[in-house]
């Protein structure tokens, strides 16, 4: 795991909001200079936190507003019958993630379609052709509304302190945070003297 500070958690959520921000725009929403900012976010994509940028399509507009959850149970969990479920799986257009599971059921799969109607012509299509074994069972369960914008892995703790603190103040946040990274440097510094003159043994 790469460990980040609470600059680095301030810059990801803003663009998690807005991956298209401007470095200016971002900087000075963080508080940081433009080249720090710049260099902050570099480092994050070389470092693969940043894994890519996309555009987040609005699914309502495109005929795909209507999410369903599906749990898929197999008869049996070889590594034959996963594997042919789950290139069956990779060829239905509507599914948006398939995830094998711990529990009750082998999969979740989640699927977007435009309604009701849409979604059994999708079962009666494509279910079929995902069943590994004779006995793989599917419960559907539909969103009735979603509650938390997808695709994001939101910092609360950081954004809560951040918009607390406001912008501006947000370098009092990175006075303190380069005041505990010299602390812990004075403290291993400090320790190793001792060691060196005997205190430590």
Known sequence: MIELDVIDHAILDVLQADG???NAELAESIGLSASACHRRVRRLETDGVIDHYAAMVNRQLVGRG???FVEISLESQREDVLDAFE???SNVPHVQSCHL???N???LVHVT???VADYETIHREYMPCCRASPKCEAAS???RSPTRPPSTSPFPSVTNRVSRLGAPNIDVLI?????QRADTVGAHDKHSLDHRNGYGR
Do not use: E, P, Q
Request: with cysteine; glycine share 4%.
């Open 20 to 22: 298209r921000v401007s």
């Open 66 to 68: 209507v999410s369903v």
């Open 87 to 89: 290139d069956a799986v």
């Open 101 to 103: 599971m711990a529990g």
């Open 105 to 107: 059921a082998d999969y």
């Open 113 to 115: 379609c435009a309604d």
């Open 141 to 143: 369960r539909f969103v």
């Open 175 to 179: 006075l303190r945070l380069k005041c």
